[in-house]
């Protein structure tokens, strides 16, 4: 049982962290989501801990993925240069190829859950929460740094 541990450890650490950020996220959502205006409140009260843990959630696992994606974005460009392949333009699938599947999966995860908060900011307008406007801003800003690597990377072959 130890050694399957061992050598589960990152995965188990990643699907926790995962999991709970859904979880988290999932109640936010659900709570503003399903919310109905009543006089003069004009959002849902969301416990402190609840909006705390969500930030907190939400904003590490943005850092993560970026910094993931820039890294490895950094070590293709470098391992092209080091083989005399000339240019800042680089093959998306060297990048993609070089990321691990818990940052693939933690992209999709943090991508699908700030689309669903970026869908009720959109609908829910003044009713939603401060904290739902900021992942949702966080989600653009950070799919404008990605579409920029993206676009800026993009290399057809000849």
């Known amino acids: 049982m ?44 969301l416990n402190g801990a609840l909006v705390t843990a969500a930030g907190v959630l939400a904003t590490s696992l943005s850092s993560l993925t970026a910094s993931a994606l820039g890294f490895t974005i950094s070590e293709v460009k470098r391992d092209n240069a080091k083989a005399g392949e000339q240019g800042p333009l680089i093959n998306p699938a060297q990048v993609a190829t070089r990321l691990s599947g818990r940052v693939i999966f933690a992209i999709m995860v943090y991508m699908t859950m700030g689309m669903l908060v970026l869908v009720l900011w959109l609908f829910k307008g003044q009713a939603s929460t401060d904290l739902i406007g900021a992942f949702a801003l966080s989600l653009l800003g950070w799919l404008v740094g990605a579409a920029g690597v993206v676009f800026q990377t993009e290399k057809t072959d000849p």
């Open 2 to 45: 130890t050694d399957f541990f061992r050598r589960h450890m990152f995965n188990i650490i990643a699907a926790v962290f995962l999991a709970l950020f859904v979880l988290v996220w999932a109640a936010v959502l659900l709570r503003v989501g399903t919310w109905v205006p009543t006089g003069e409140a004009e959002a849902p009260e």
